[in-house]
């Protein structure tokens, strides 16, 4: 099954090659991306991909001022876990990724949030295929964010990919085994 290779192949990616990225292979992972299901099949999703340096560096920026108050008030065991997988609130991957796809939702569609999700999991194996990586990436704080992008009113920011070639030696992380997450009843 090919789609569960992808799967099992792909991992996040926060280190990146200073290698352009050809907007035709983003381009088709929109493509699939916009063949997920949505609500109603109101499709309520839309891209914004970023070249521009000065503005990659704005949502960067942008972001680490939102997650600095964010990693202050994170306590316990996802500190812990926080620590230990050397995340914090620098982003860097945001400024030096070759591009950056913003993942805005409408405002007006129901299901938005749930649909654009499925699209975003759609993105990330046409990405894995596509010899592309990325980290699924939600601000701490999105106005901050979203101050600085080009966003339609009738739209927010749902996520944020930052997409090159890999340069990432980091395993991927295990996952559950298949007898520990289902149960047939």
Known sequence: MKTLELAKSRK?????????????LVKKAVEVAIE????ANYQGWRFLIIEDQELKKGV???SEDGEKEFYKKVLGDWREWLDESKINWKKPYLEYAPLLVIVLARNDVPYSSESVWLA???????????G???VTYTPSDLKLVEDVLPIPSEYRLEAILPIGYSDDDKSKENRENLENVIQII
Request: charged fraction near 20%.
């Open 60 to 62: 960067r920026l942008a």
């Open 12 to 24: 996040t990616v926060r280190q990146f090659k200073d290698t352009s990225v050809p907007l035709d």
């Open 132 to 134: 592309l990586g990325t």
């Open 36 to 39: 997920a299901p949505s609500g």
């Open 120 to 130: 975003v999991g759609y993105m990330l194996l046409a990405l894995e295929e596509l």
